[in-house]
């Protein structure tokens, strides 16, 4: 009893809407198949597992595809939108909710910068994983805000977590980018061969830049302070420990002087 009053001393009343307690657990658990799912190698199409492992088949060849560039500005951009269009819906309904909106509204516009300005790509993706990738983006932002939304006029959670959010959230986002850099800098223009990363905390982990969006996302939900950003975040830190698992496997099986000792995602750990 004391724990559960603690725990829930880090959140907003669950608010009386079927529709957030239903996508709370359908996006937890649906994030959370996904990563079970990368890590057995029944990867989504994009990035380095385009095509990687499957079998060539006449309905395959005719899937649609686009180039990687176009398919994550599709990724990012519904999400952006909807994140800004926030400010115009509801515009003025407290500090916690403008923190909210602003850390989306970042995150998404970093997402469009680095594909359009950093971002090197080398393959393409199939439209299906473009438009499910898309909509699952677009529908947890929306839903994360309108579950904001719901917390107006309610008391704060006892234990006020915003500001660690913040730096949470600040901390996640360089981090991110700043890795997403170092890759991009592994190849020169034209140039499609994948090659070990290195620098930052590369030689710790392959994933780096999956381990600081994970610390962005906690800030977030550490502004937010909803069930639902939590439960996002908690299936997010799955699907990226999938995915992250099967981009080492990925790197051995194409590497041999892969370093053994070089994690997945945490470092010393996984």
């Not at 990687?68 to 926030?86: E, K, N």
């Not at 499609?192 to 977030?220: A, D, M, N, T």
């Amino acid at each position: 009893m004391v724990l559960t009053e603690l725990l829930l001393s880090f959140f907003y009343s669950p608010p009386s809407s079927f529709f957030i307690s239903a996508m709370s657990i359908i996006n937890f658990a649906s994030l959370a198949n996904s990563g079970f799912m990368e890590s057995k190698g029944k990867n989504m199409q994009y990035a380095k597992f385009f095509n990687a492992g499957s079998v060539k088949t006449s309905s395959a060849d005719k899937k649609a595809k686009l180039s990687g560039r176009i398919g994550m500005l599709i990724f990012y951009s519904p999400a952006l939108l909807a994140s800004v269009a926030s400010f115009a819906l509801f515009p003025d309904e407290g500090p916690r909710f403008d923190l909210l909106r602003l850390a989306l509204t970042i995150h998404f516009s970093k997402r469009v910068f680095e594909v359009l300005f950093i971002h090197k790509f080398s393959g393409g993706m199939e439209v299906e994983a473009a438009i499910i990738i898309s909509f699952s983006y677009f529908a947890s932002t929306a839903t994360m805000i309108y579950a904001q939304h719901l917390t107006y006029g309610l008391p704060e959670p006892p234990i006020d977590l915003k500001y660690a959010g913040i730096l949470l959230f600040l901390q996640g986002i360089s981090g991110n980018f700043y890795h997403h850099y170092l890759l991009s800098k592994l190849r020169t223009i034209g140039d499609k061969r994948y090659k070990i990363p290195q620098g930052g905390l590369f030689s710790l982990v392959i994933c780096p830049h999956y381990l600081f969006e994970i610390l962005g996302f906690i800030g977030v939900s550490f502004i937010a302070q909803t069930l639902y950003a939590f439960s996002f975040t908690l299936g997010t830190l799955f699907l990226l420990m999938g995915r992250s698992f099967a981009t080492r496997k990925w790197y051995r099986s194409k590497f041999d002087n892969f370093p053994e000792n070089t994690k997945s995602l945490i470092p010393y750990v996984f």
